[in-house]
């Protein structure tokens, strides 16, 4: 595993500062939840109309900023226009922790991650070229949970998928579904968030408003994640995000082997 970069500028040095007060936070995240294993209930019913408008974006999410290019929807943090991409029929989207990056819950900053499987740049390089879209949806609830530490906790994972995207040297556009679900075993569904992988949300936002109206063909698109259920996954709320939209689902030893 990759060591924690040592601080060179203020902002690392500020990220390490707060690691000390981060390890005292809950670290209950769906990524790196081994001990709880979540059945999430299928979501195969109606398509969600988004509504949105361009006011609704914002380029802070609640008290923390966001980097250039960077946008909030709701409870959703996204990157649209990476340079050089383009809207497409055929999606490749991929899950991020576990999947196209090796991260570990003890560790936070923008450099605390590595590539989960070394084949990861040329297959993504290999499907924009062949005219995919790359697309990742990605779960965070420690920029909701972490209220005092909200912005350590943004800069964190927008560094880090800033820093992945310069590593695979292609576009990708990226969503973060910030929301935080309701406890497996509470049945109160009023609080889930739409967002939140297994519910689709996500790519309705991504389909309905931030693919230039092209539809998008089913057969050739897919997804790639993690959690799958197995015995020995931490959820199963990627196979289940699969499900709900009707895509093609692939774990990740199985598309990048
Ligand atoms: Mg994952």
């Known amino acids: 595993m990759e060591a924690f970069h040592a601080p060179n500028d203020k902002s690392e040095e500020k990220v390490l500062n ?18 709880r294993f979540k059945l999430c209930t299928p979501d195969i019913k109606a398509v969600v109309n988004i509504k949105f408008s361009v006011s609704d974006v914002k380029s802070n999410y609640r008290d923390a900023t966001l980097l250039p290019k960077w946008k909030a929807f709701q409870t959703v943090i996204f990157l649209e226009r ?17 999947c196209l ?15 989960m499987h070394s084949s990861i740049p040329d297959k993504l390089q290999s499907l924009y070229n062949d005219g995919y879209k790359l697309v990742i949806f990605t779960n965070e609830s420690n920029i909701e949970r972490w209220k005092n530490k909200r912005q350590v906790a943004v800069d964190s994972k927008i560094g880090r998928l800033n ?12 969503y973060i579904a910030c929301g935080v679900g ?19 949300g996500m790519w309705h936002l991504m389909e309905q408003h931030f693919n230039s109206g092209i539809a998008i063909d089913m057969d050739q698109s897919f997804y790639v994640g993690d959690a799958a259920g197995r015995e020995s996954d931490h959820s199963d709320a990627d196979i289940k995000f699969a499900e709900a939209i009707g895509l093609k689902f692939y774990v990740p030893e199985e598309y990048f082997a």
Do not use: C, M
């Open 82 to 98: 990476d340079d050089g991409l383009y809207d497409s029929s055929k999606i490749a989207a991929f899950d991020f922790d576990g």
């Open 101 to 115: 990056a090796n991260t570990d819950v003890k560790r936070v900053g923008e450099n605390a991650w590595s590539l």
């Open 182 to 200: 309701s406890k497996s075993g509470k049945a109160d569904k009023k609080e889930d968030d739409p967002f939140r992988k297994p519910k689709p």
């Open 163 to 174: 820093n992945f995207i310069e590593k695979v040297k292609v576009p990708v556009q990226v």
């Open 18 to 35: 707060a690691i000390e007060d981060v390890q005292n936070e809950p670290q209950e995240t769906e990524e790196h939840d081994s001990k």
